[in-house]
């Protein structure tokens, strides 16, 4: 069975595409089949690992996106897949393992045009074709932007188990407690769609410092995010299980020369104990352990 993590925080500019580029990459270097859903209209996932070129040649064309699937009769979601999509210059696969859903502009129509049967809302219509191909992967991410709209609510529907991207400061703190509570919200209007099988909604169960600047002090906001997170532990509000996850990502310039070249950090540069190649490895191996979704 997949498991299906949405990484997601109210707050924006957490470099959350970054870390689940290079963490699902890390996971298929590992041996695991990962698919991932870009579900930001800015379609960052998107144009980074499919190289704009063609990226844009889909963006054109308005059909092959995880959008076609809320037009009836152009496409199902497998019929979206991009299989390896990490590829050389001549189409050869560089990262076997690593697949993705694309999305194009046309995404935000979801939030503002769309108007389907209100007994088939998109999440459950996401769900519902998903459910046909997920078990041909270990692990499902979902990038969603930073809100619980349409789009974030397809991944958080079908996800069981959320993380939130965070940077040390405040604003990251706020984005952390208005995302609880917009989540306890959706939870709500959607149980009547949940089916059996499901489980329980997914729950907050794991926040991840990203983005670090060098000679920055995390201690304080650390602490902060701790006090808040027990609280709401504390409250049921948020796994039993959830914590910091003590493998923390620095800033780095090497992440943005990896997304001019439409590859992830790990094929950039190899892997050394004092690397933001091993800060991305360091989290996948955590998130491997990190493994028990049963009980939240």
């Not at 991009?82 to 194009?104: A, E, N, R």
């Not at 939130?164 to 149980?191: C, Q, W, Y």
């Not at 794991?206 to 997170?229: C, T, W, Y």
């Not at 094929?267 to 939240?296: C, P, Q, W």
């Amino acid at each position: 069975m997949a498991r299906k993590i949405c990484f997601v925080n109210y707050k924006g500019g957490v470099g959350k595409t970054s870390l689940i580029v290079n963490t699902a990459a890390c996971l298929a270097q590992k041996g695991f089949r990962v698919l991932l859903f870009d579900f930001d209209t800015q379609s960052n996932a998107s144009i980074w690992l499919m190289r704009l070129d063609r990226w844009n040649k889909l963006n054109i064309k308005g059909e092959g996106s995880v959008y076609s699937i809320f037009n009836p009769g152009t496409a199902k979601l497998k019929d979206c897949l991009i299989k390896d999509v990490v590829k050389s210059k001549t189409g050869d696969p560089l990262l076997p393992g690593l697949d993705l859903v694309p999305t194009t502009f046309n995404l935000v129509d979801l939030e503002s045009d769309y108007e389907g049967d209100p007994k088939t809302p998109p999440y459950l219509l996401f769900h519902q074709q998903l459910a046909e191909f997920e078990s041909d992967y270990d692990y499902i991410v979902f990038d969603c932007p930073p809100n619980i709209l349409r789009a974030s609510q397809c991944g958080v529907f079908t996800s069981n188990e959320i993380l939130v991207p965070a940077n040390p400061d405040a604003l990251s703190l706020i984005g952390f407690t208005l995302l609880v509570e917009k989540l306890m919200l959706f939870h709500r209007r959607s149980a009547s769609f949940r089916v059996s099988g499901m489980g329980t909604p997914a729950q907050i169960k794991g926040i991840i410092f990203n983005s670090i600047k060098a000679n920055v002090d995390i201690e304080v906001p650390k602490m902060r995010m701790q006090l808040r997170l027990n609280q709401f532990r504390t409250q049921k509000r948020v796994s039993p299980k959830a914590k910091i996850y003590q493998a923390q990502i620095r800033d780095a310039t090497v992440v943005r020369r990896a997304v001019t070249l439409g590859l992830p950090v790990n094929m950039v540069v190899k892997g050394s104990d004092d690397s933001v190649v091993s800060d991305y490895n360091k989290l996948a191996g955590e998130i491997v352990r990190h493994e028990d979704t049963t009980t939240f």
